[in-house]
C-alpha cells in the first residue's frame, strides 16, 4: 500500500473505485462531513415522481436554490441541482421527502454508511452544515463515494459541468458544477464538493481510464488548495 505525503493540512483518501484502498493519510482525523445524502435518494428510486415542497425545507442556510413552498417538482430534477450546485434547500427537501423528517433521514443514512463499512461517520441532517456530534473521515466518505460511484443515476449527473434548473413558474437558471477539477483534467468524471467554516474546502473527485477507476477524497484544504490536491492525486492514482 503506498502512501501520499502531506501537501497541506488536508486530510486524504484515495481509493481504486473497484477494489480496496489504494492509498490514505491521516485517514482517521475526526472532521464535520461535507454532505452525503444523495446514494439514498438515487437508490429509493422513483424519480420521476413529483414531491411538493414544504416551508420547513426552505430553512436553509448559506447556499439555496429558493425553491419556494407549495411548488411542486420532480425529484429527478432536485436531485441533478444537488449534485451539481449543492443548494442546502434542496438537500432539505429530498431528505424530507424520502423519510418524512430530517432526523429519520439521518437515522437513515447512519443505517446505510454503517452496512457500507463507514463506521466512523455519525450523521444528524442531510447538508453537511456543521452541528455537534456530526463528523465523519476521508476513509468513509470514500467507502460512501464507492457506493455512489457505481449507480449510473449518480455517475450521469456529477460529470456535468452545468445544467439549466426550471422552476415551478417556469424560469430557468443554469448552474455550474461545483467541482472544477471537471474541468481542469479531462479525465475526471465528476463527485461532489463541500465547505463549511469548520471542515474547511472538501472535495471528493474520481477519475478513470482504461482499465483503472479512482476516486480521491481531500478535506480541509484551502480555497485554492482543494483543486491542485485533488487533481495531483487523481493524477498519481490513474497513472500509479
Known sequence: MACISAI???QREQ???RRPTLARETTFQFRPPPSRRALIIAETGYLDRTVKVEP???FAEPVRLNIRPGEVYQRIDLLRALLVKSPNDVARCLARDNTGSIEAFAEKMN???QMLGATHSHFLNPNGLPIPGQYSTARDLAIIARAAYANPTIRSIVCLPQLVFRYANGRTRELENTNKVLKRLPFCNGMKTGYTEAA???LIASGSR???DIIVVVLGDTKSGVWTDA???LSWGLWL
Open 8 to 10: 497541506r493540512r488536508a
Open 15 to 17: 481509493v481504486n473505485a
Open 56 to 58: 420547513i425545507d426552505t
Open 111 to 113: 443505517a446505510k454508511a
Open 200 to 202: 474547511g474546502h472538501c
Open 210 to 212: 482504461p482499465g483503472r
Open 231 to 233: 487533481a495531483s492525486l
